[in-house]
T-cell receptor, first 117, second 111 residues
Framework: EDQVTQSPEALRLQEGESSSLNCSYTVSGLRGLFWYRQDPGKGPEFLFT???AGEEKEKERLKATLTKKESFLHITAPKPEDSATYLC??????????????????FGTGTRLKVLA | DADVTQTPRNRITKTGKRIMLECSQT?????MYWYRQDPGLGLRLIYY???????NKGEISDGYSVSRQAQAKFSLSLESAIPNQTALYFCATRDSGNTIYFGEGSWLTVV
């Protein structure tokens, strides 16, 4: 069964304390892996797309990496404003009982990050 | 202004009532989606549309219907709302690079 698992569920960091969030996946035919940031009561905001193992993307204090089984979102010297839930999603080949067209999106349940001042 | 706009942002309705959530987008994307988000379950696909004439069920379409009135407009209806449809609903669009962009969300509470 296709699956996306994020860990940890929640993470508390001190300001400036670097860490990594994990998104592991088991899917057929990965087409892309996406990272989003979601603030409470808001819609997910797109951060990165990764397409192949070894690829890396950076934006300010965030860096996303991808292997054949997982992706990491590295947060360097985080600030309180980085507090949010971070979601990952994979786009993969749909099952024969397709519900999303040729490809489907599977979302993880997110990591809730709290950065303390 | 948001590229994907949802109305209403918050709604409380009674069991059995019909409720419509509306979505409009200015991104010019053909593909539009409705998702619901529940704590611990992640985002789940309700319906999607690749163009005005193409509507498809997602993984949890029972109890919902949609209408694609124009390229920019995609509405979600609950014909007879029930309490377990209480959730945060998101409209989304997808670009040619397969990135999904979400609206701000509509909180729906069914009492």
């Amino acid at each position: 069964e296709d699956q996306v698992t994020q860990s940890p569920e929640a993470l508390r960091l001190q300001e400036g304390e670097s860490s990594s969030l994990n998104c592991s996946y088991t899917v057929s035919g990965l087409r892309g892996l996406f990272w989003y940031r979601q603030d409470p009561g808001k819609g997910p905001e797109f951060l990165f797309t990764l397409y192949s193992a070894g690829e890396e993307k950076e934006k300010e204090r965030l860096k996303a990496t991808l292997t054949k089984k997982e992706s990491f979102l590295h947060i360097t010297a985080p600030k309180p404003e980085d507090s949010a839930t971070y979601l990952c999603a994979v786009q993969a080949l749909a099952d024969t009982d397709t519900t999303s067209g040729t490809y489907k999106y599977i979302f993880g349940t997110g990591t809730r990050l709290k950065v303390l001042a | 202004d948001a590229d994907v706009t949802q109305t209403p942002r918050n709604r409380i309705t009674k069991t059995g009532k019909r409720i419509m959530l509306e979505c409009s987008q200015t991104k010019g994307h053909d593909r539009m989606y409705w998702y619901r988000q529940d704590p611990g379950l992640g985002l789940r696909l309700i319906y999607y549309s690749f163009d005005v004439k193409d509507i498809n069920k997602g993984e949890i379409s029972d109890g919902y219907s949609v209408s694609r009135q124009a390229q920019a407009k995609f509405s979600l209806s609950l014909e007879s709302a029930i309490p377990n449809q209480t959730a945060l609903y998101f409209c989304a669009t997808r670009d040619s690079g397969n990135t999904i962009y979400f609206g701000e969300g509509s909180w729906l509470t069914v009492v």
